[in-house]
């Protein structure tokens, strides 16, 4: 039998095959696409998942080798310009790559690893027992396994199957269009930034807002540019195209792009949606079935949030099933992935929301904007958006354990990527006297000089507990491993 299978090879189905396999389970991955889909989404990471994709060694595979992660001195709220250099501790990190790049990075990685990837393997049925679930595929014998997880996407077949609820709300009135141009050279500034006559700069990877709509420009020095504008109101019909894409800039801005057909090596992108959805599984667990990333959450991609917030699941989630599978779970430790998870993806809902209504045209909105805009002149405020906007403002509940830094995600310590990469519990102990008694074959410990306190860290890098003594290590070992 099967360990756990994964339905979805996608960022978030690799990452989590990927966190398993480091916690000595092999997965089975299943995708229904026979090959690789070339459909470019996402163009980056934003978020606190870049420092733990460099915390498992991984980063480097997205840069160069010696690179590490450094906080984005701006960003964008809400079509708003966010600075953030003047931040002391700014949390907002961000890298420009694409999610195919990032999908061939984790499926290479977990290929190191062991894991099984099975294309051309669709989920059609699901039967649950006491201790397996039987997995029906398209064509294929059913496959039985301990653990399913569901990583394929908003329309989720697995979620369906399961009888999991997908409450939200729909909206209908807005049309997205999207699509890779070439525009001249001459029109690029130094910034990036895309010089319209009768009109002005359209800054890089930000979004525009205009009262007539909103703009969004992406160069790439491929020549494959991609725009983006979204409006309201406006019906439209047939296959997506260049010729509309051109004419939704000119109402969105009042002056018209020079744009042509696409340079560089393809798929070039052309598409049209219509509104949008943001919903949150009504639970994440069903038994022995489990929904991760897309198929527990969708909501506007405004800001990028979205594999920020699924791969977070991933890594919240492998260490815990893999300790259930292993039988070196603490009581209750599967469930907590839902309370700790499904209150981060409320926080995601709610700021692509509030984003989604700053952008809309409209006087009132504009009212809005203007006393926005005063708030975003104050360093607390922007610091207030970087910590939700990057999932850094994540707090969770760590049972007895107490402490100023218990319950936060690890900072970066001297060291830390380093110790961090095999996705093991992680004891920090400044004097090197610390005892994890019987837990000590489940967790690593450290001797870091310069702390002032000893750190317990959970195998997601947040603090499960920290002291100076032995003094509650025990109760917080047990809260969250079982003695080996």
Not at 19 to 36: D, H, I, K, Q, Y
Not at 83 to 90: R, S, T, V
Not at 242 to 256: F, H, I, M, Q, Y
Not at 305 to 326: C, H, I, M, S, T
Request: charged content about 20%.
């Amino acid at each position: 039998m099967i360990e756990v299978v994964i339905a979805g090879a996608g960022p978030n189905g690799l990452m989590l095959a990927c966190e398993l396999a480091l916690s000595g389970v092999r997965p089975v991955v299943l995708e229904r696409l026979t090959e690789p889909t070339d459909t470019q989404r996402a163009n980056g990471l934003v978020g606190q998942v870049i420092r733990m994709l460099d915390r498992r060694g991984l980063y480097e595979r997205l840069t160069a080798p010696g690179t590490t992660p450094e906080p984005a001195p701006r960003f964008t709220f809400g079509a708003f310009p966010l600075h953030l250099g003047d931040l002391p501790d700014n949390p907002l990190y961000t890298l420009l790559v694409p999610q195919l790049r990032i999908e061939r990075m984790l499926a290479e990685r977990a290929a190191e690893l062991g894991v099984d990837i099975r294309r051309g393997h669709e989920v059609i049925g699901l039967t649950q027992g006491e201790k397996s679930v039987t997995v029906e595929l398209r064509e294929q014998a059913p496959i039985e396994a301990e653990f399913v997880v569901g990583a394929d996407g908003g329309r989720s077949a697995v979620r369906k199957l399961a009888g999991i609820d997908f409450p939200g709300v729909t909206t209908d009135d807005s049309v997205s269009r999207t699509g890779h141009v070439g525009v001249s050279p001459d029109a690029i500034g130094a910034d990036g930034g895309l010089t319209v006559p009768g009109f002005g700069v359209i800054p890089p990877y930000q979004h525009l807002r205009t009262e007539q709509g909103l703009i969004a420009w992406a160069p790439s020095p491929d020549g494959a540019h991609k725009l983006t504008t979204v409006e309201w109101g406006q019906p439209a019909e047939g296959e997506a195209s260049l010729d509309e894409l051109r004419a939704s800039a000119r109402r969105v801005l009042g002056a018209g792009i020079a744009l042509s057909p696409p340079t560089g090596p393809g798929p070039h992108l052309m598409r049209r949606l219509f509104g949008g959805n943001t919903r949150i599984a009504e639970r994440y667990r069903a038994g022995r079935v489990l929904l991760l990333g897309d198929a527990a959450h969708v909501h506007s991609a405004i800001g990028g949030p979205g594999l920020n917030l699924g791969l977070q699941d991933a890594v919240n989630l492998g260490w815990k099933l893999a300790a259930e599978v292993r039988g070196h779970a603490a009581e209750g430790l599967l469930d907590t992935y839902e309370s700790e998870r499904h209150p981060a993806a409320r926080r995601v809902a709610m700021h692509t929301q509030a984003q989604s209504l700053l952008t809309r045209p409209g006087g009132d909105v504009t009212a809005l904007r203007e006393l926005f805009g005063e708030l975003l002149d104050q360093p607390t405020t922007r610091r207030h958006l970087a910590g939700l906007l990057s999932g850094a403002d994540i707090t969770y509940a760590m049972g007895p354990a107490t402490g100023p830094l218990v319950g936060h995600w690890a900072p970066d310590l001297p060291g830390l990527r380093d110790l961090t990469r095999t996705a093991r519990p992680l004891l920090l102990d400044p004097t090197g006297t610390l005892d994890p008694g019987p837990w000590s074959p489940r967790v690593d410990t450290a001797t870091v000089p310069g702390l002032d306190t000893a750190l317990l860290l959970r195998p997601d890098c947040y603090i499960a507990w920290q002291g100076t003594t032995n003094d509650g290590l025990h109760e917080a070992l047990a809260t969250w491993f079982r003695a080996a």
